[in-house]
């Protein structure tokens, strides 16, 4: 589609360096006719001769960029040589053919293109303007008055209905163009049902057998320890969050583009909820969370929820049975510092200090929400995520706002 539109932009270039091309050769022709042959139908002194064939053949170059400008400059020149400049003896033509010619054309131009009120303005003034001066040349009203004016409205008719044309042709363009347009989104949504129908045979299949074993076995296997019981507990805690989370990837992707209505999205207070998971799946963890979480805006605890859960996952994945230490401070903004460890064993944290996609993606997310995020080793070995998410003044409890009044 981007190369069709492309052809379609250098085609209708081309068109409009020839087209214009065109119009200049034109008015050039114009002036070569009119400035020879000016002296024939009117006195006029050799200096000014080049002057008037201008006027005469020079408005056509407004054809495309502005006709109604054309038109004025035109019809404004032949009024003004029809009244000033004196005619040659027995010449009956207020001014030049090539004049009538152009005129004529930028006429025509305006009644294809130009606003309607305008058309009506250029064909009134044009009838008025060849009705007058062609009876003040001579000419019998009978024949003047009413043949040309005539004439000039056939032309404006003709030129109304090639509008029409080219209208209708537009609109048949574009509602082609959108018609195309539709058939690409429909085809992305059927790509985004046949991926959710996989993901949920497949990914959301597989999640609930994990839920159930993890649900039956304490009753299915006999002589289990209370910390076996334990294991099982937390992984079907952690299966069936994960499973109410690819429900809500599942709804958005049958949606039209906007997210499910009744998503599951974590908030801030869920935080607790998550650290108390990763204590029973075998983290040694500690936590300290000072000030309530439960006012805090629905992005900003998403944002929170994240960070936490990501930056668990990176210290269990890269420093297993490092102890771990989550800090979540309340005050007049949110304040996240999630510590670990160097790894026990031979496995230690990479020292590079270099970003993962996870910890790009907690930037992101810190960001989305007017704040920032600092993820670096230790000196220790260990590592240490810091993010500080702002709240709105309306959220902060009372002590924070007196806070801020006596800062203030």
Known sequence: MVGTLAKKNRRSLASRYWFDASVVAVALILLSIAWP???????????????????????????RVN???????SAGSALLIALAVPHQPGSDIP??????????????????RSPLQIVGVAWI??????????????????EAGFGWPIAITGLVVFGLLIRWVVVSRQALVKQEEETELERARRAILEEKARIARDLHDVVAHHMSMVVVQAQTAPYRI??????????FESIGTGARAALNEIRGLLGVLRSDGQLPEHAPQPAAADVATLLE???????????????SLDTVP??????????????LANASRHAPGAPVWV??????????????????????ADPSGTPGSGITGMQARATAVGGDLVAAPRPDGGFEVRAQLPLPAATLGPDALSALGTAG
């Open 125 to 142: 003034s044009t009838s008025l303007l060849f009705a007058t001066t062609m009876a003040q040349a001579g000419d019998s009203f009978a």
């Open 298 to 311: 629905d992005t900003t605890g998403l944002a929170l929820y994240r960070i936490v859960q990501e930056s």
């Open 327 to 348: 800090r979540i401070v309340r005050d007049h903004d949110l304040t996240l510092a999630v510590t670990n460890g160097p790894a026990v064993g031979t496995r230690a």
């Open 67 to 73: 006709p109604a400008l054309g038109w004025a400059v």
């Open 37 to 63: 042959t000016l002296h024939v139908t009117h006195r006029v002194p050799i200096a000014a001769m080049p002057f008037i064939a201008g006027f005469a053949a020079f408005p056509i170059l407004l054809v």
């Open 222 to 231: 006999d002589g289990l320890s209370p910390a076996a019981r334990e294991e």
């Open 95 to 112: 001014f030049q053919v090539v004049h009538i010619l152009t005129l004529f054309a930028l006429v025509f131009a305006v009644a294809v």
């Open 277 to 291: 998971g990763a204590l029973r799946a075998g983290v040694p963890l500690t936590w300290t969370v000072e000030g």
